[in-house]
């Protein structure tokens, strides 16, 4: 039998919802997933498995340029041209970072059915508003880059 300090605050156990843990178990699976990705696309490129964009023995040249610098030496156009080169052992790490980074996104939208159906529609606003506001994120807007 333990002992309670009664200056200490009582330990109270708070159990998830189904939703909570629904939430959980997407977000842990998709990070691991991404992090294979990555670990794996960064594999093929360092042992030169498929072709890069920017050979590795070039990049100690280009490390201390400016991003423009650096486009214009390794011939990158920025952007969304970036799928064009998907393939490229040095690009296709971008797969898993994209994944990483969007997993609380679609977590959240795979929960929304479950909210509109239960007509929880603040919390599905919520919801929407999150996965807006990192979309509007990603793509550079609110601060224009």
């Known amino acids: 039998m333990s002992r309670h300090d009664p200056s200490e605050p009582p330990v109270m156990a708070i159990a998830a919802t189904d939703e909570q843990s629904v939430y959980a178990r997407l977000i842990e699976g998709s990070t691991h997933f991404a992090t294979l990705l990555l670990l794996l696309s960064f594999s093929v490129y360092v042992f030169g498995v ?5 050979a ?3 990049l100690p040249q280009l490390w201390d340029q400016s991003l423009q610098r650096y486009l214009q ?3 990158t156009n920025p952007g969304w041209r970036v799928i064009e080169r998907l393939g490229r052992s040095d690009v296709m790490n971008l797969v898993g970072v994209g994944l990483l980074s969007s997993a609380p996104a679609l977590s959240l939208l795979v929960l929304l059915p ?3 159906r239960r007509r929880e529609w603040a919390q599905a606003g919520f919801c929407l508003g999150l996965v807006a506001l ?3 994120a990603a ?3 609110p601060g224009h880059g």
């Not at 498929?50 to 920017?54: K, Q, R």
Request: aromatic share 0%.
């Open 50 to 54: 498929l072709e890069p964009h920017v």
């Open 56 to 58: 590795l023995e070039r």
């Open 73 to 75: 030496l390794s011939g």
């Open 114 to 116: 479950n909210q509109l």
């Open 134 to 136: 990192m979309l509007l």
């Open 139 to 141: 793509a550079g807007l």
